[in-house]
């Protein structure tokens, strides 16, 4: 009978290969997927609890207020839009047209006690800016036990 035995020599092979073909394949590959995923719109969110509200801003780039949506739904905050871009350049003896599109989603879970009819959002300078006024809270109150 013959029997194949792991020699301890080889056993980085395989992951020493996967390692080169992931650095060939980045070589190779087109650059339009590199560059779609490095053009992909994500803006950045910040959120902020103040005593009375939670503030949220998120870094909007060259979107009119009329291409965002703000939605709010049982604790989670939604901020979603479409980005396009369009540029021709007509110069001598050369034109071109670039035109760049994306939509973007990202969402924010926020305590529930938020007062839904109060919700604001505003646009400025490429910011937009979100304000949840937190909902008034029930009194506590301290019960007395009594016996039977």
Do not use: C, W
Request: proline share 4%; glycine share 6%.
């Amino acid at each position: 009978m013959t029997y194949l035995v792991s020699y301890p020599q080889f056993r980085g092979v395989n992951r020493l290969r996967r390692e080169v073909d992931d650095i060939f394949s980045r070589f190779f590959e087109t650059g339009q997927s590199r560059n779609m995923a490095e053009n992909a719109f994500v803006p950045a969110v910040d959120v902020k609890e103040t005593e009375n509200a939670f503030e949220v801003s998120a870094e909007v780039p060259g979107l009119k207020p009329q291409e965002i949506n703000v939605e709010y739904n049982d604790g989670l905050l939604t901020l979603s839009g479409e980005k396009r871009e369009e540029r021709e350049e007509d110069k001598g003896n050369y034109h071109v047209v670039e035109r760049r599109y994306g939509s973007f989603s990202r969402s924010v879970r926020l305590p529930k006690d938020v007062d839904v009819e109060q919700l604001k959002a505003s646009h400025k300078d490429g910011v937009l800016s979100v304000t949840l006024p937190k909902a008034a809270k029930s009194a506590s109150k301290t019960i007395e036990v009594t016996a039977g």
